[in-house]
């Protein structure tokens, strides 16, 4: 079912308003930083389109989840790989902005590799339900969704928005 | 997914519950320990040396037989995950005024502990304490009498994999004093588990156990012969107190036959690596030579001592998180 966008429309929306937001702040040579796993393929597009010289940084936000006393451990396929984010301009990138609580998880890690000079918030989809006061500074698109309706990336080649209904 | 005979260290859901012994467990379960520890391995190594994990779970080091090197990692391993400690050694608790282990136990839980530690002269003394916990507690096994030590094997595991990358080439030499050592049992287990093509035990005839063949290793008595090709060596401590047992003549006779020097590991693989789970008796099992050479490994198990134990303490304590919510 769609919808939805091209996908590479949406990437392209996305780069546009980083840059936007980016220029508008005198934010320069970002660093950005894409959430495992559906950030990270969203932010290996972004990184090439807006040609930032650094390696893209990756977070695993498994060990800063606020659901670990209710589900436990998650298995951990790819760690964290991040260089000293100190007096930086992080770009932080996710797929899907939904109840906040990744975007949660991720700052407060970012936060345990230094001091940056600032987090910028990118986002493919900005969806309803957010349940911690946690916003995007450039989307892909802003969805309005039930709270029985799911976005899910697929990837990373080719990369895929699908909506589910869950009950 | 496990044999069922061993409830006590895996739940219904297939997860660990308490770490106390490697036998029992499947590849895949240790597989998921190695992975888990990879992912932990870069936390040493941030500004902020801590992930907020186990925030608000307290973990007892309950310790009834002296340990600096493995007492330390625990408690760092439980620290860099957020947990508070409390180091309990026997020789300063009640137990030296006659409290059985069960009203220690007792009393630990009614202060709302959620992890034991437990490292015992006994055998089967982590067992113990596990079966008599409640539901609510995990106990990892920190060496008990000659049984086992779990996380030193899964520790030197994880420093053979990021050596040697895959198991099922390697040809192992454990050598020494197999007999007293619950580190070598552990590692044989971990190794057959993990598949590795050939494990040797390298020792002269007083220290190596009765049936040790069953477990799935060959015997060696001469050095040279046993290193002969070896992937990776490791050697174990030799205990001042066999020598009193007429088990040994002498440290310096032992030297002469099986400590381990350059020349000796000449038949070893040019890449070979060096392991010992310390602390290191120079000029007994190791020369200084092996153990300060470049072949040596032997601080880096010491680090990744840390990443294995925040990985198996944070699974334990997972486990039960996931069974109160009855998730599967």
Same mark, same amino acid.
């Given at each position: !079912?769609?919808?939805?966008?091209?996908?590479?429309? +949406?990437?392209?929306?996305?780069?546009?308003?980083?840059?936007?937001? +980016?220029?508008?702040?005198?934010?320069?040579?970002?660093? !950005?930083?894409?959430?495992?796993?559906?950030?990270?393929?969203?932010?290996?597009?972004?990184?090439?389109?807006?040609?930032?010289?650094?390696?893209?940084?990756? +977070?695993?936000?498994?060990?800063?989840?606020?659901?670990?006393?209710?589900?436990? !451990?998650?298995? !951990?396929?790819?760690?964290?790989?991040?260089?000293?984010?100190?007096?930086?301009?992080?770009?932080?990138?996710?797929?899907?902005?939904?109840?906040?609580?990744?975007?949660?998880?991720?700052?407060?890690?970012?936060?345990?590799?230094?001091?940056?000079?600032?987090?910028?918030?990118?986002?493919?989809?900005?969806?309803?339900?957010?349940?911690?006061?946690?916003?995007?500074?450039?989307?892909?698109?802003?969805?309005?969704?039930?709270?029985?309706?799911?976005?899910? +990336?697929?990837?990373?080649?080719?990369?895929?928005?699908?909506?589910?209904?869950?009950? | 997914?496990?044999?069922?005979?061993?409830?006590?260290?895996?739940?219904?859901?297939?997860?660990?519950?308490? $770490?106390?012994?490697?036998?029992?467990?499947?590849?895949?379960?240790?597989?998921?320990?190695?992975?888990?520890?990879?992912?932990?391995?870069?936390?040493?190594?941030?500004? @902020?040396?801590?992930?907020?994990?186990? #925030?608000?779970?307290?973990?007892?080091?309950?310790?009834?037989?002296?340990?600096?090197?493995?007492?330390?990692? $625990?408690?760092?391993?439980?620290?860099?995950?957020?947990?508070?400690?409390?180091?309990?050694?026997?020789?300063?608790?009640?137990? &030296?005024?006659?409290?059985?282990?069960?009203? &220690?136990?007792? &009393?630990?839980?009614?202060?709302?502990?959620?992890? $034991?530690?437990?490292?015992?002269?006994?055998?089967?003394?982590?067992?113990?304490?596990? #079966?008599?916990?409640?539901?609510?507690?995990?106990?990892?096994?920190?060496?008990?009498?000659?049984?086992?030590?779990?996380?030193?094997?899964?520790?030197?595991?994880?420093?053979?994999?990021?050596?040697?990358?895959?198991?099922?080439?390697?040809?192992?030499?454990?050598?020494?004093?197999?007999?007293?050592?619950?580190?070598?049992?552990?590692?044989?287990?971990?190794?057959?588990?993990?598949?590795?093509?050939?494990?040797?035990?390298?020792?002269?005839?007083?220290?190596?156990?009765?049936?040790?063949?069953?477990?799935?290793?060959?015997?060696?008595?001469?050095?040279?012969?046993?290193?002969?090709? &070896?992937?990776?060596? =490791?050697?174990?401590?030799?205990?001042?107190?066999?020598?009193?047992?007429?088990?040994?003549?002498?440290?310096?006779?032992? $030297?002469?036959?099986?400590?381990?020097?350059?020349?000796?590991?000449?038949?070893?693989?040019?890449?070979?690596?060096?392991?010992?789970?310390?602390?290191?008796? #120079?000029?007994?099992? =190791?020369?200084?030579? @092996?153990?300060?050479?470049?072949?040596?490994?032997?601080?880096?198990?010491?680090?990744?001592?840390?990443?294995?134990?925040?990985?198996?303490?944070?699974?334990?304590?997972?486990?039960?998180?996931?069974?109160?919510?009855?998730?599967?």
């Amino acid at each position: !079912m769609s919808g939805l966008p091209d996908i590479d429309t +949406l990437i392209g929306t996305l780069a546009g308003a980083l840059e936007k937001h +980016l220029a508008h702040h005198a934010r320069e040579a970002p660093l !950005m930083v894409g959430v495992h796993t559906g950030g990270v393929w969203v932010a290996r597009k972004l990184h090439t389109l807006l040609a930032i010289e650094e390696p893209l940084g990756t +977070l695993n936000i498994n060990f800063y989840r606020d659901d670990f006393t209710r589900i436990g !451990m998650h298995p !951990m396929v790819t760690p964290s790989d991040l260089f000293s984010v100190d007096d930086r301009h992080v770009v932080l990138i996710d797929d899907v902005l939904h109840t906040g609580r990744t975007v949660r998880a991720a700052l407060n890690e970012i936060f345990d590799y230094g001091r940056p000079a600032s987090v910028t918030l990118g986002v493919l989809v900005e969806r309803s339900g957010r349940e911690i006061p946690i916003q995007a500074d450039a989307i892909g698109q802003h969805l309005s969704l039930t709270e029985h309706e799911y976005v899910k +990336l697929s990837g990373p080649e080719p990369l895929a928005l699908e909506i589910t209904h869950k009950t | 997914m496990q044999s069922p005979g061993d409830t006590l260290q895996i739940d219904a859901h297939g997860r660990l519950k308490h $770490f106390l012994s490697i036998e029992g467990l499947n590849r895949e379960l240790l597989v998921n320990i190695l992975d888990t520890a990879e992912s932990f391995a870069g936390v040493g190594e941030r500004a @902020v040396k801590k992930v907020p994990l186990l #925030r608000g779970k307290t973990i007892v080091n309950l310790f009834f037989e002296p340990s600096t090197r493995t007492r330390t990692t $625990f408690e760092l391993a439980a620290k860099r995950l957020s947990a508070d400690v409390l180091n309990i050694s026997a020789t300063t608790s009640s137990t &030296t005024k006659g409290e059985s282990l069960l009203d &220690t136990l007792r &009393t630990l839980e009614a202060m709302h502990c959620d992890m $034991f530690i437990v490292r015992h002269a006994e055998s089967g003394a982590a067992h113990f304490i596990a #079966r008599h916990a409640a539901p609510h507690i995990s106990v990892i096994n920190g060496g008990d009498g000659r049984h086992a030590h779990p996380t030193q094997a899964m520790l030197d595991m994880f420093t053979i994999r990021r050596q040697k990358g895959d198991f099922s080439s390697l040809k192992v030499a454990i050598v020494g004093d197999v007999a007293h050592s619950r580190v070598a049992r552990s590692q044989i287990h971990a190794l057959v588990t993990l598949g590795a093509a050939e494990v040797r035990i390298v020792a002269p005839r007083t220290l190596v156990p009765p049936g040790i063949q069953s477990m799935g290793v060959s015997v060696h008595h001469d050095l040279r012969s046993g290193l002969r090709d &070896t992937d990776v060596v =490791i050697l174990l401590r030799l205990q001042n107190e066999r020598m009193q047992g007429a088990l040994l003549p002498s440290s310096h006779e032992y $030297f002469q036959y099986y400590g381990v020097t350059e020349e000796k590991l000449a038949t070893a693989a040019s890449d070979a690596i060096v392991m010992h789970p310390g602390p290191l008796n #120079r000029g007994v099992e =190791i020369d200084s030579d @092996v153990a300060d050479g470049a072949r040596s490994v032997i601080l880096r198990q010491v680090s990744y001592g840390i990443a294995i134990r925040m990985a198996v303490m944070s699974m334990a304590i997972g486990s039960h998180a996931a069974a109160d919510r009855g998730d599967d």
